[in-house]
């Protein structure tokens, strides 16, 4: 009997030097250095360089002016940005304005195109936020880092340096992962010799489910209706009894708690006090996030169920003014990097993805 390996759980399918996602002691290390010390220290454009670093002969030391350029390049393709488009889901109308930019050559090493593609996102995410407002949408300052001016293109105003400085550690704590589901898509459509836009947009939309990058906006959702830390323990039984999953926890891979949830509470907490915002939301969370961990261990004693990555996304893209339609789209605008590099690391091994299904229909019906 052939075993399936169901969700492809345990099967190792590529080599990587770009990330190692240690799930049992809970580690997260990309290229060399642990997430929590990434986040806090570096911008957007360090992470964009670290990954790419070694899959473009051209890269520049200092990739801020690139990616501002980049920016405004991208910018050109949100005058298809009509009332239709606007009107869709945010990441839908997102994904359209990326599929409008050309797909590449799989064998040239168009760095332009790679560095338009890592912008794009938000660009076209913060055009997408200011038309559902009726307000025009705002072109790129390409001397701004490119954190602050995501921010800009969304309210119109320069963030203050605490604001850039928390969307910073949010894109760049979830630049890679290994090889999640939207990783393994981009290497999948990149091992066909696909283009470079078409390996982010099969990312892309692998990432948009709530079991992978669309489940901070329902986070956000189960805060609201739980309402008070005394309502916690009721509506959160009252969810798994009607089999419904809590959002922000569990995770394939780790098997303690996801280090990312750290590094963004310490980016939240930063954000906090930069700001002098009273922590009554943080309070809420942390008491829901108590609750939530008692009841799973009690609920599933043998399969350890810890917060993830979400939980605390969700709480940080909140104390950022940033709507939840918009946090996938905010995710996809850090991981897209990602998706680049393992594209390209994926294009020069050569090797098409291509594993096998075992059969268990009908046999063949003898023919009439
Ligand atoms: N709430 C309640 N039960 C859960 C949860 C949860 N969040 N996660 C897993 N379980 C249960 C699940 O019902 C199953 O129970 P049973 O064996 O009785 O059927 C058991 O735990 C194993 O679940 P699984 O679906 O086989 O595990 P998986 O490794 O395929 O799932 C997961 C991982 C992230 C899809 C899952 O934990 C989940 O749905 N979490 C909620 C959604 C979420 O927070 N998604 C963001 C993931 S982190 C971002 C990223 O890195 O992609």
Redesign the pocket.
Known sequence: MVQVS??L?GVIAAATVLSDVDGQAGRLTIRGWAVEDLAGRARFEDAVHLLLDGFFDDLPADLAPALGEARVQAFAEVAALDDALAARDPYDAMRALLARLPDGDSLCDALTLALTLAVAPAVFTAATLRRRQDQEAIAPDPALPHAADFLRMIRGATPTEGEARALDAYLVT?CD?GL???TFAARVAASTRAGLASAVLAGLST?KG???????G??IDMLDAIGTADNAVPWLETA?DA???????????YRVR?P?ADALKAALSRLSKSAGALPGRLALAEAVERA?LDI?RR??PD?P?ET????YTALLLEALDLPPQAFTCV?AAGRTAGWIAHAREQQASGKLIRPQSVYVGPRPRAAA
Do not use: Q, T, W, Y
Not at 210 to 216: D, E, I, S
Not at 243 to 253: D, N, P, S, T, Y
Not at 308 to 311: D, H, K, M
């Open positions: 169901a969700g759980e979830v992962h999640n589901a939207s990432l709530p079991l992978h990058g669309g489940a901070p329902p986070v798994l089999g419904e999953r809590l959002m922000g926890f569990g995770h394939r891979i996801d990312r939530a799973l609920r599933k399969r169920l993830n990555v979400e939980f995710f």
